[in-house]
């Protein structure tokens, strides 16, 4: 029989991952697939980890991975990815924002021959309008800059083959950007579109900072066209400088413009004094990213891990 496994991030989610075990356990009843999921604590600060273990307890079809601290949830995703065998992997969050009830969906599109099916939120209950509209206009900015066809108002969860998870273990980037990485190992892709609901418990473990940080990370992880935009910039004002040079020049030979411009010099300097420091910045966000690769650090550590299946007696 094919298997499933289903790996779910969680981060201080105590409260609902009772009712996630039940939503998900009732969809594994009805799957012909033998199935097990992988709950990840990424180093949660509430009993997140006994609650997973209490749950590993009750069903052998419950493996659990604690990481050594809160890695965010880009890595508790690697990380679940990297201790699961199956023949397709669902990725899913564990607030029950993505519907469990889809998987057999996901399922019946990955047996007609796709390697990765993902959820497309045509709706997204609970959520206020200004998340709504960064977000939309993020998809499509990173969609203008990158090559890179990342498909709008798509978030992580999906189902993806066996051999899209192998490919995604040789992607070792530190900075990591998975939606976008999920693209980009490419193979045969589709959507279902699905609304999404709101939290079942507890808040977003994003703000408004976090999420600018993570669209950051995105851009600079999938374009360079930033570092090319100070270039740009730069032959602009070197245009207009010389254009405004040879005016000038002339006023002052034909009609003997006595030298006055206090304001317009003051306006050009911190123009061209702005935009330099904003493109050394870009450089700056591009050759951190550099030197964090070049440190070639381990991407996350493993406190604990218990295989599906594991006696529950071995428990600690
Ligand atoms: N998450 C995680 N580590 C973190 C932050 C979040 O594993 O550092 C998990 C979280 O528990 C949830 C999923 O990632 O299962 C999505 O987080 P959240 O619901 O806060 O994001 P949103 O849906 O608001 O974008
Ligand atoms: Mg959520």
């Known amino acids: 029989m094919n298997t499933l496994a289903v790996v779910v991030p969680a981060y201080n989610e105590s409260e609902g991952l009772r009712e996630f075990q039940r939503r998900i356990g009732l969809v594994f009843d009805g799957l012909d697939l033998q199935c ?38 880009e890595l508790a995703l690697t990380a679940g990815l990297d201790h699961v065998d199956a023949d397709a992997v669902v990725v899913i969050d564990a607030d029950l924002q993505d519907q469990p009830e889809l998987i057999p969906e996901f399922v019946a599109r990955w047996r007609e ?49 066996r051999r899209v998870v192998d490919a995604l273990k ?26 999404r ?36 910039v730069g032959f602009f004002a070197a245009l207009v400088a010389f254009v405004f040079g040879v005016i000038v020049f002339f006023k002052a030979l034909v009609y003997g413009d006595p030298v006055r411009g206090y304001p317009s010099l003051m306006v050009v300097v911190l123009f061209l004094g702005g935009a330099q420091l904003m493109a050394l910045g870009m450089i700056g966000e591009y050759l951190g990213r550099t030197y964090v690769e070049s440190k070639q650090r381990p991407l996350y550590f493993v406190d604990r891990h218990h295989a599906p299946g594991a006696s529950a007696a071995k428990r600690d």
């Not at 206009?137 to 066809?149: C, G, H, I, T």
């Open 170 to 195: 040789l992607v070792r980037e530190r900075q990591r950007f998975m939606k976008g990485l999920f693209t980009w190992v490419g193979f045969r892709q589709t959507a279902i579109v699905y609304d």
């Open 197 to 232: 609901d709101s939290r079942f418990a507890g808040d977003s473990k994003y703000n408004y900072w976090k999420l600018w940080n993570f669209a950051l990370e995105g851009i600079t992880s999938f374009s360079s066209f930033p570092l090319r935009l100070a270039t740009y």
């Open 36 to 73: 097990s999921v992988l709950y990840v604590d990424d180093g949660s600060r509430d009993d997140t980890w006994q609650v997973m273990e209490s749950l590993r307890a009750q069903d052998p079809r419950v493996a659990t991975l604690k990481l050594s601290r809160n890695f965010g949830k």
């Open 113 to 161: 021959g796709y390697d990765v099916v993902y959820g497309t939120r045509s709706n997204r209950a609970g959520e206020t309008v200004l998340k709504k509209f960064t977000s939309a206009a993020f998809y499509r900015v990173m969609e203008k800059m990158s090559d890179l066809p990342v498909p709008r108002d798509t978030g992580d969860f999906r189902l993806m083959s």
